[in-house]
């Protein structure tokens, strides 16, 4: 794939993930601004930003596309939200 196309799908994928998950970050980013204990997820956009902007600086690491552990952080993340249930006040 050409690094043109590689930023397309991944802008494809965070506009997508913006639209689906758009209910949840909001009621997540109120919360936050309305309790102390979760302010400290108002960290979590700037932070997130720095880091992709280093590594799309950097384009020395390469991801590895056949790593068994790759969707790891997606399947631990779905499975807390199933146990524990979605964030209190987003409904």
Request: without cysteine.
């Given at each position: 794939m050409s690094p043109s196309s590689l930023y397309r799908s991944f802008v494809v994928l965070c506009l997508v993930s913006l639209v689906l998950?758009?209910?949840t970050l909001v009621a997540t980013f109120g919360l936050a601004l309305?309790?102390?204990e979760y302010?400290?997820?108002l960290v979590i956009i700037p932070l997130s930003i720095a880091l992709i902007?280093?590594?799309w600086r950097s384009r020395k690491a390469k991801p590895e596309?056949?790593?068994p552990y790759r969707f790891s952080p997606i399947v631990s993340s779905y499975s807390d939200?199933?146990?524990r249930g979605p964030v209190a006040g987003a409904g």
């Open positions: 998950w758009w209910h309305r309790a102390n302010t400290h997820t902007l280093t590594e596309t056949e790593s939200w199933l146990y």
